[in-house]
């Protein structure tokens, strides 16, 4: 109620500002106001391995979510608004909540947070989402597969745990490059310390691809956790690690216990400024192919939609349109736009591989 | 149909413009005299100054236009609290002039240019032409229809750019001559007062709907949005605030109705100065028939004139001090405009280009010049 009476102030506030939202002015005062978004400062960066690192934040508002859910973060890099999806890793309810970040080679928005965010910044966050997460009730034992990065919404569901209920029995099969790239090992090992019925697994599997040895089999499952298949599983990593997993619990009478965590990963134009791709518009339904010269709107109007647009030259902005995924290339300078939600201006951009635009 | 991108040629003319097989076609000369190469030329040029300052803009930009943005809000906010002593004259005046100010600043070099999405790429939703909505009754979307479509695309092309005298005012020997031309000067200087309403209305296109090429239905829900605006506008300025100070109700009128006034005042002098000062070419629809990319920048360049000052006038102006450089790059941000000026001046000069520019004392008197002479009666019947 106390956000009801809040947002009613705030309405007749809006009359004050207007044509502003009262954020506007609010936002002078108070840097962490947003009745639109979510709006966080960062308290604290610390470090996990030589490449990833936990960034504690405290947001405007309590953020309510589930263990292994993620949320999005918008950073400004060199002046331009970067949103990538983290998963939460700290335990639902406290007034900061965290994410752990790991570098990615050229990883632009990764390594920002990892090796350049301060305390006292303010990042831009979206509501937590996600099914990636614990069941209601725990009626069977757990098993945990992840690699690399993918270790973060686990870490996030085995502290609520040990938050709350404790860990009965769970068993967490982790891959990392080395044991120096390994992250919360320490943090795993002190709980599994506490709790009797954790139990962790380490495979290290070097640089590049994993040794036969290290890849996820029904063998090495058998071996390293005899009941898998009657455990609630989770897997979050690496796309071929997801695969391995999906492909073992396709062997089981239940495969409906493995429950699968996608970073999906951003695509990346082709070289060739030529090479178009396949174009879907979402709103409209419509799907057609464009080679990498046509205009978006011509591609548009030719699949017999009449989207809104006026010079026809890129000056106006009156033809722009969000970006669902892939990239689009801007014809006059060979720009490549490729983050989900950019705003498109289709008469004067080309579809750089396949693409999808919400029109 | 599939298209090429940069099409030989960009205008709309090109698509709708009739079979010519058995036709001799004369080609048009552009009205600046140069050559189709040299044009191109021009063009090239002026394309690799755009990619220049794309490849540019970054953290310092980003930070400059957050810096006026908060220098505005605090502007706002310390001009309405003084207005409540405004029963005390110097209160009333600091307080006047700090909000006139920020509403100067607020349409000129935040909201005008952040509707031109100069800033989009930043990616900030608060900072985004899509969402900006202005302290002005104009309602954005509209503004951003009858400014960033017609009068950019078409700067200073009489019967296409409704900017040219905003269809109240005889700005061209070309224009039609009417016995109710004589009193111009005076409609321009009740345009002056009330410039924000002449922009606000400016898109309903009324001789359109008059004509009937516009239909009545369109002009409605225009009209309609027009008057939400104006409405919300009103109830701040002349309702609300005003009624907070209790029985300090009238110093806030006057104060918040004289900053609009001065703010109207200052962004016609300015406006007014960007295409109408003498040397400054007006342009027919065989001068765009079938034109090039390099013939639209040197139009863009013979349609525009700078006003030379300060760095002063060049924020309050919202860096249309720079007008020429706005009209060739009207999606770059406000703030490089001074840096790449020289060089656009230098390249106009190489290509034999005029580069009108002037203190504003000069352009200004120039326009009022304009506006009285072609008040008076041609000596001759118009031809055409």
């Known amino acids: 109620m106390f956000t009801r009476s809040r947002d009613r102030v705030a309405a007749v506030a809006s009359v004050l500002s207007s044509p502003l939202p009262i954020d506007a002015y609010v936002q002078m005062l108070d840097p962490l106001w947003s009745t639109t978004g979510i709006r966080a400062r960062v308290e604290a960066v610390i470090p996990e391995t030589s490449r990833a690192a936990t960034i504690v934040l405290r947001p405007g508002r309590p953020l309510a979510f589930e263990a292994g859910q993620w949320i999005g973060v918008g950073v400004d890099i060199d002046g331009v608004r970067h949103r990538r999806t983290y998963s939460l890793t700290s335990v639902p309810g406290g007034r900061t909540v965290t994410i752990t970040a790991q570098a990615i080679p050229d990883g632009?928005?990764?390594?920002?947070?990892?090796?350049?965010?301060?305390?006292?910044?303010i990042v831009h966050l979206e509501p937590p989402a996600g099914e990636f997460t614990l069941p209601a009730a725990i009626d069977r034992p757990l098993l945990f597969v992840t690699g690399g990065s993918g270790i973060t919404p686990v870490m996030g569901m085995l502290r609520t745990l040990a938050a709350g209920c404790g860990i009965l029995d769970a068993v967490v099969l982790h891959h990392a490059p080395s044991a120096d790239e390994a992250i919360f090992a320490s943090e795993l090992a002190a709980l599994a310390e506490r709790h009797p019925g954790l139990r962790v697994v380490h495979t290290f599997t070097g640089a590049g691809a994993p040794p036969p040895e290290a890849e996820l089999t029904v063998a090495r499952l058998d071996a390293q956790c005899p009941d898998w298949r009657a455990r609630h599983a989770w897997s979050c990593g690496p796309a071929p690690l997801l695969a391995a997993a999906e492909s073992a619990w396709s062997t089981t009478d239940q495969p409906e216990l493995l429950r699968i965590e996608r970073f999906r990963p951003l695509l990346f134009a082709p070289?060739?400024?030529?090479?178009g791709g396949s174009v879907r518009f979402t709103a409209?339904?419509?799907?057609?192919?464009?080679?990498?010269?046509?205009?978006?709107?011509?591609?548009?109007?030719?699949?017999g939609l009449l989207p809104k647009h006026g010079c026809r030259m890129g000056i106006c902005h009156s033809c722009i349109v969000p970006l669902v995924s892939g990239c689009v290339r801007d014809l006059r300078d060979g720009r490549v736009q490729r983050d989900p939600g950019d705003l498109v201006q289709i008469c004067v951009s080309a579809a750089a591989g396949d693409v999808e635009l919400e029109l | 149909m599939t298209a090429t991108f940069p099409p030989k040629t960009i205008s709309p003319f090109s698509d709708a413009t009739p079979p010519v097989d058995d036709l001799v076609v004369i080609p048009h000369p552009?009205?600046?005299?140069?050559?189709?190469e040299q044009l191109d030329s021009f063009g090239l040029e002026m394309d690799a100054l755009r990619e220049e300052l794309l490849q540019a803009r970054g953290e310092s930009d980003a930070n400059y236009i957050r810096r006026v943005i908060h220098l505005q809000r605090r502007l706002e906010v310390a001009g309405r609290a003084a207005l409540f002593a405004g029963v005390l004259p110097p209160f009333w005046l600091a307080g006047t002039t700090m909000l006139a100010l920020a509403k100067i600043l607020e349409n000129m070099e935040i909201g005008h240019n952040v509707m031109h999405a100069q800033w989009d790429w930043m990616r900030d939703p608060d900072i985004h032409s899509s969402t900006w909505e202005w302290d002005n009754t104009c309602p954005a979307d509209q503004w951003k229809h009858s400014h960033n479509e017609m009068h950019h695309m078409w700067t200073n092309v009489l019967g296409r750019d409704r900017d040219v005298g905003y269809s109240v005012l005889r700005m061209s020997d070309d224009q039609p001559w009417t016995k109710a031309t004589r009193f111009q000067p005076a409609y321009a200087a009740l345009l002056a007062l009330l410039f924000d309403l002449g922009v606000a209305f400016h898109d309903l296109e009324i001789e359109h709907v008059v004509d009937g090429t516009k239909s009545k239905e369109q002009a409605q829900a225009q009209l309609k949005a027009i008057g939400a605006k104006i409405g919300r506008q009103s109830l701040k300025d002349y309702v609300v605030f005003p009624a907070l100070a209790g029985p300090f109700f009238f110093p806030v009128l006057t104060g918040n109705?004289?900053?609009?006034?001065a703010r109207n005042l200052w962004s016609f002098t300015i406006i007014f100065c960007g295409h109408f000062p003498d040397g400054v070419a007006q342009f027919t629809d065989a001068d765009v028939e079938n034109e090039t990319r390099g013939g639209w920048?040197?139009?863009?360049?013979?349609?525009?004139?700078?006003?030379?000052?300060?760095?002063?006038?060049?924020?309050?102006?919202?860096?249309?001090?720079?007008?020429?450089?706005?009209?060739?790059?009207?999606?770059?941000p406000s703030n490089r405009y001074a840096e790449v000026a020289p060089r656009v001046r230098e390249l106009c000069e190489r290509h034999g280009l005029p580069y009108n520019t002037g203190s504003l004392p000069k352009q200004f008197g120039s326009v009022v010049r304009r506006i009285v002479r072609l008040a008076r009666k041609p000596a001759e019947p118009a031809s055409g």
């Open chain 1, 108 to 121: 632009l928005v990764s390594n920002h947070l990892v090796h350049d965010l301060r305390p006292g910044d």
């Open chain 2, 297 to 332: 920048y040197a139009r863009q360049v013979l349609g525009s004139a700078n006003i030379a000052g300060g760095k002063l006038l060049d924020l309050l102006s919202g860096n249309l001090s720079y007008q020429i450089e706005h009209h060739a790059f009207p999606d770059l």
């Open chain 1, 284 to 303: 409209s339904a419509a799907d057609t192919v464009a080679d990498g010269h046509t205009p978006l709107l011509v591609v548009a109007e030719s699949a």
């Open chain 2, 30 to 36: 552009h009205p600046s005299g140069l050559t189709p």
């Open chain 1, 271 to 275: 070289d060739d400024p030529g090479i």
């Open chain 2, 257 to 261: 109705l004289a900053a609009n006034v």
